[in-house]
């Protein structure tokens, strides 16, 4: 059973960076892809971007490419998030989550029902 704990987060002026972390138990950490999801007050928790396996392929939503990107290191167990040029509009709380369909795949999605073991979140407050 993976458990993921994500950091990291914190109040960031607007055009700062922040880097999040995700860190995972268990040993099976690097046969799953992993995503980043985020949730506004009063919004759905929307995909922010996914990796695969090998950290090989990438996918971002269209809010977020170029300015996050996210990679992953499976001999420490954990994902990252690295967020610049942040703006108001990122304010959220971010999980990071395990892709359960498509474990042993190299394959992306963005479909928040594929993921599960979500953390805590960490949250993220860019003021306007």
């Known amino acids: 059973q993976v458990q993921l704990v994500e950091s990291g987060g914190g109040l960031v002026q607007a055009g700062g960076s922040l880097r999040l972390s995700c860190a995972a138990s268990?040993?099976?950490?690097?046969?799953?892809?992993m995503g980043w999801f985020r949730q506004a007050p009063g919004n759905e928790r929307e995909f922010v971007a996914a990796?695969?396996?090998?950290?090989?392929?990438?996918y971002y939503a269209e809010s977020v490419k170029g300015r996050f990107t996210i990679s992953r290191d499976n001999a420490k167990n954990t994902v990252y998030l690295q967020m610049n040029s942040l703006k108001p509009e990122d304010t959220a709380v971010y999980y990071c989550?395990?892709?359960?369909?498509?474990?042993?795949?190299?394959?992306?999605?963005?479909?928040?029902?594929?993921?599960?073991?979500w953390g805590q979140g960490t949250q993220v407050t860019v003021p306007s």
């Open positions: 990796i695969s396996r090998s950290g090989g392929s990438t």
């Open positions: 989550a395990k892709n359960w369909i498509r474990r042993n795949s190299d394959i992306v999605t963005t479909t928040r029902r594929e993921y599960d073991s």
């Open positions: 268990g040993r099976t950490f690097s046969s799953y892809p």
